[in-house]
Nanobody
Framework: VQLQASGGGLVQTGNSLTLSCAAS????????IGWFRQAPGKEREFVSA????????SSADSVKGRFTISRDNTKNTVYLQMSSLKPEDTAIYYC????????????????????WGQGTQVTVSS
């Protein structure tokens, strides 16, 4: 499967942004999709993930209540709606995919993912 992340940009603190991860190739509903981010000088960190069915979701504590992950299997796309953005959310955001036969699994470890998109930059100014 190939992944294309988009939607990043420069926003002010408190504003919102929605990222998209479009997939091609493979049976999309069989893939867990996760979002990760990496800020300059920092380790890559888990942000949020959604199961293949879209039923189960997981998010990092740092974004709970502010970020919402969803997917549209008819469009082979996963979305990350980000609100109340903070300067510490500034990072390159990557989407990743992992094939799982069970459609209700979510994964939060980067090593569990086999396919990665190219990343999209999100910058939040104070």
């Amino acid at each position: 499967v190939q992944l294309q992340a988009s939607g990043g940009g420069l926003v002010q603190t408190g504003n919102s942004l929605t990222l998209s991860c479009a997939a091609s190739g493979g049976t999309f509903r069989r893939y867990v999709i996760g979002w990760f981010r990496q800020a300059p000088g920092k380790e890559r960190e888990f942000v949020s993930a959604v199961s293949g069915s879209g039923v189960n979701k997981s998010s990092a504590d740092s974004v709970k209540g502010r970020f919402t992950i969803s997917r549209d299997n008819t469009k082979n796309t996963v979305y990350l709606q980000m609100s109340s953005l903070k300067p510490e959310d500034t990072a390159i955001y990557y989407c990743a995919a992992a094939w799982r036969i069970h459609s209700n699994i979510v994964l939060s470890l980067a090593d569990s993912y086999n396919y990665w998109g190219q990343g999209t930059q999100v910058t939040v100014s104070s």
